[in-house]
DNA sequence: CATGAATGAGAATTCATTCAT
DNA sequence: AATGAATGAATTCTCATTCAT
C-alpha cells in the first residue's frame, strides 16, 4: 500500500474541496477529516495547491479510465454511448463528490499544466469518439465541443440533482435519463422541417 | 438610481467571485474592482456574505425575469421551449459571468434562507412548465427534477464552451443547441412536427 | 513625516533583531514592540526577509554617512581617522545596537543584492582611505582588506565591550582606544628587523 | 571514543550555526548534514539548546587549550602574543568556522550558565596575561577589558576577511597581523626592537 | 458619505520533538 | 541504539472589517 495516510488526505481533501470549494477549506479542518496531523499533510503534498491539483488529477484520471474502458468495450454508436452513460453513472455512484470537485474546480487559477493536459485529454478523447459516430451517421451534425459541452453538463446537472435528493439514483433514472440524452445526440433520422 | 456604486460593487462581485471562487477573492482587491474605497463596501453591504446572497439573488432575479416573460409569451410547449432558450442565450451574452457564479454558488455555505427561496422559486417555475408540457403530452414523461437537471446543465456546459473559447456564441449555434435539447425533452412522438 | 509607524516598525526590528538574532524575532513580538498591529508591519514591508533588508540598510547607510562626512572634514590621514574614530564612536552611542546588527546579519542568507552592495560600497570607501594613506607614506603597507577587517573587528569588538558592561563607554576611553588602533594602522615609521 | 556519531552531529552543528544561526537552522536539516537520523540526535543531546550550547562549550574550550599552551610555552608578553596570535591563527584555521560561531552565538538567550562560565574563564585567562604583560611594562596602560576587545575583535574581523576571500589565509598575512596587533597593544615605547 | 490605514483573528506552513518500528 | 514518519505548537502572513479623518 502506498502509504494510507496519502490516500485519506486525498479522499478528505476530495470531500471537503467539493463541498466547501477550494479556498473555503482551512487545513487544519482537512487535517482532522483525514485523521491525521495537520504537519502531515505537508510530508505529502509540499503545499495546498499541490494537494488540490493532486485532487484534480485523481479524479479526471479515474474518470478517464472509466471512460475509456466504456467505448472500448463497444463497437457501433449507439452502444458505446450506453456505456459511456453506464460508466458515468457508476463513477457518480462510487465518487459522489469527483463530478462537483471537477465542476467547481475546472479551471481554477491554482490548477498547473498538468492539471489542465489531464482535462484537455478527457476532452480529445470524447471529441473523437463524436467525430466517429458522426462519421456513421449515428450522431448529430454540430461541432463536437458544443455536444460535448452539452452532454457532460446535461451528466452533471443530473447528478447535482442526486445531491440535492431531488431525483432518486436508480436503474429507471439511469435508464431514462440515458434515453433522453441520446436523443439529444442522435443523428435526426426524420425529417426536420425548421 | 440607487447609488451607482452599489450596482459597481455588485458587478465587481459577480465578476470576481465567478472566476475566483466567493472565499478567493479579498475584499480589497474588489474594492480596487468596483472602483471604490474597501470601507465604501461596508456601507452597501454589511458584510462579505450579505454581498454574496446579494449577486446571488440578483443574478437568479435577473434569470427569473428571464424566463418568465419567455414563457408568458408563448403558448405552446414547443414555443415556450423555445423562449427559455433564446432567453438563457441571451442572457448569458449580456451576463457572460452570471452561469459560472450560480453553478460555482449553488449550495454554498454562505447562502441565506432568502437566497435558497429564490433558488427554489426559480425550481418550482421550471417544475410547472415541465409538468404542463407533459401534461400537454408533448414532453417526455420523466421526473420533472431529472430533465431540468439535464437541461439547465446541458446549458451551463455549453456556456462553459463559450467561455473557454471551443465553441462560438453566434445564432448558428444557438438554434442547433435548441434544437438538439428539445430533442432531450420531447415526448418520443416518431413524428416530429416543429 | 514619511509615517512614524513605519520608523517605529524600523526600530524595534533593530532592537529586536540586534539582541535576539533574525530568526530568533517572531513577528508579534516585533509588532508590539513597534506598538503597531502584526498586519500593519506587512503594509510597509512586504516580508520578514524585506524588512531584514531594510535595517541592513538603514544602518549600513547611516554609518556610511557618518565615515564619509568624518573623511571628507579632515585632510591628512591621521586626521582623517581620528575624525573616523569619533564618527563610529559617536554612531555607536547614538545607534547601539546598529554595530551587534551589522555584525550578526552580515552575509547572513536572507540579505538581497541591494544590501550586499551597500555593505561593498562602504567597503571600497573605507579601501579608498586606506590607499590614499598608504601612497601619503602615512599607514603600514598591507593589503586594505587586511587592515580594514582588523580595524572594524576591532571597534565592533570594543562596542561589545560596551554592551556587556566591561568598559565605560567615555571620553577617555575614546581617545586611548583611538590611539591604540591608530598604532595598528600607522606606518612604522622606526626601522623594523624581523 | 565518545561516538563518532555525537561527534558528527557537533561538527554539523557548527558548520550550520556559523552560517545559519541557531534558529535559523532546522533540526532534520542538521540530522541529514551529520548523516543521522533526526531522532538521534536527541539520543546524545536533549534539545536543540543543549545541543547548542555543547557546540558553544567545545569550541570555547579548543581555544581556551589553544591560548593557554601558546601563553605557558613562552616567558616573555612579546613572545607569548606571537604564541596567542599563532595560536588563534591555527585554530582559525582547523576550525573555520568556530569564530563566526563564537561570535554570532555571543550572548544568544539560550546559552546557559556553564556555558557563560566557560566564556568567562577565557576573559580571565586573558585578562591575567594582559596584567602580567602590563606589569612587566611590554603592554600599554589600559583597562585590559578594552584591550581585550580591541584584539580579539580585530581577529575576528580577520577571519571574517578569509570567509569572504578578500584576503588570503597565508604566513605573510599572519606575520603582519601579527605584527600590527601586537602595535596595538605594545608600551608606546619609541623605540620598539622585536 | 467616502476613504484607506490599521487591526487581529485566522489562514498556510514550518519545525522541534516523540515514538513505533 | 537508530530511525524517520508523525505531530501540533509556533511561525509567517492574509484578509474581513473597523474607524479616524
Known amino acids: 500500500m502506498p502509504s494510507d495516510k496519502r490516500q485519506a488526505i486525498l479522499d478528505a481533501a476530495l470531500s471537503l474541496f467539493s463541498t466547501r470549494t477550494f479556498n473555503g477549506t482551512p487545513m487544519p479542518l482537512l487535517a482532522e477529516r483525514a485523521g491525521v496531523g495537520a504537519g502531515t499533510i505537508y510530508r505529502y503534498f509540499s503545499s495546498k495547491e499541490v494537494l488540490g491539483n493532486a485532487v484534480f488529477r ?5 474518470l478517464f479510465g472509466v471512460l475509456r ?7 457501433i454508436p449507439r452502444d458505446e454511448f450506453r456505456g459511456i452513460w453506464r460508466g458515468l453513472w457508476e463513477f457518480a455512484e462510487k465518487n459522489p463528490e469527483a463530478f462537483r470537485f471537477l465542476e467547481l474546480h475546472h479551471h481554477e487559477p491554482y490548477l498547473d499544466a498538468e492539471s489542465r493536459a489531464a482535462d484537455d485529454q478527457l476532452r480529445r478523447f470524447a471529441s473523437e469518439y463524436v467525430r466517429r459516430a458522426q462519421a456513421a451517421g449515428a450522431m448529430r451534425e454540430a461541432e463536437p465541443a458544443m455536444l460535448i459541452g452539452l452532454v457532460w453538463g446535461a451528466f452533471v446537472g443530473l447528478t447535482k440533482e442526486f445531491a440535492a435528493g431531488r431525483v432518486l439514483q436508480n436503474k429507471d433514472v439511469a435508464r431514462r435519463s440515458e434515453e433522453a440524452v441520446w436523443c439529444l445526440l442522435a443523428a435526426n433520422t426524420e425529417k426536420e422541417i425548421p
Open 69 to 75: 474502458q466504456a467505448v472500448t468495450s463497444a463497437s
Open 58 to 62: 485523481e479524479c479526471s484520471g479515474a
